[in-house]
């Protein structure tokens, strides 16, 4: 079958260009106010047509365009009562047989299926990440900084400066974000200083907080406590 115009096939669907169409059917109506009439006649934009732009091949601006639905050109076609009307809505009913054909039916389920397990695998893949890095957390008897913590815990828009927010909020750690005296005592935190020297001779104390893997724990259900 010659190709009268362009078909995209997408997401099981059949779909082309509104500007291709305007132009096969040698409408003299000016493309814009042509498309205007036609999308008053019920066609319903996300349905049965998706508006996007396009760079034009003379002056290379870009310009409206719309993906139809090839139940929509079908519509317009017949709607022009001409014989570019007549025929290339032939062609869009030839387009349909072969797109329903039981084989073609079949290639489509199996291009799903397998971008569906596709999907599944990568998920199944990023949780074993995710899982194999929590548990080499969890049996290492170090503790961790509060970024390292974040990625572990792994909740959606949860970062280390949310989490230390949370933390402080929860009165777990105080203004400075070191934590209170009782959850050091009870196995959750340390407290790591570090010396350094100003370029002044003078001497600073950086304080760190660390967190065992009793603390990612106790964390991640102070977070599943809020939600």
Sequence with gaps: MNELLKIKYDNDRITLSARELHTFLESEERFSKCFDRFSGYGFVEGIDYTPYQKVHPQNLQSIQDYQLTID???????????????????????????????????????????????????????????????????????????????????????????????????????????????????????????????????TNINIKTLVYQKGVDYIRKKLEECR
Excluded: C
Aim: positive net charge.
């Design 72 to 202: 929509m050109a079908k519509e317009i076609a017949m709607l022009q009562r001409s014989d570019k009307g007549k025929e290339i809505r032939q062609y869009f009913i030839q387009i349909e047989k072969e797109w329903n054909t039981p084989e073609r039916v079949m290639a489509r389920g199996l291009e799903a299926s397998r971008l569906v397990i596709e999907k599944q695998n990568k998920m199944l893949l990023e949780q074993k990440h995710k899982v194999d890095f929590y548990d080499s957390v969890a049996d290492s008897k170090s503790a961790i900084p509060m970024d390292q913590v974040a990625k572990v815990i792994a909740v959606p828009g949860v970062g280390r400066n949310k989490l230390f927010e949370f933390l402080r909020e929860a009165k777990i750690l105080q203004y400075n974000n070191i934590p209170y005296q009782k959850y050091v005592d009870a196995g959750y935190f340390r407290v790591v200083e570090t010396k350094f020297t100003k370029p002044d001779g003078s």
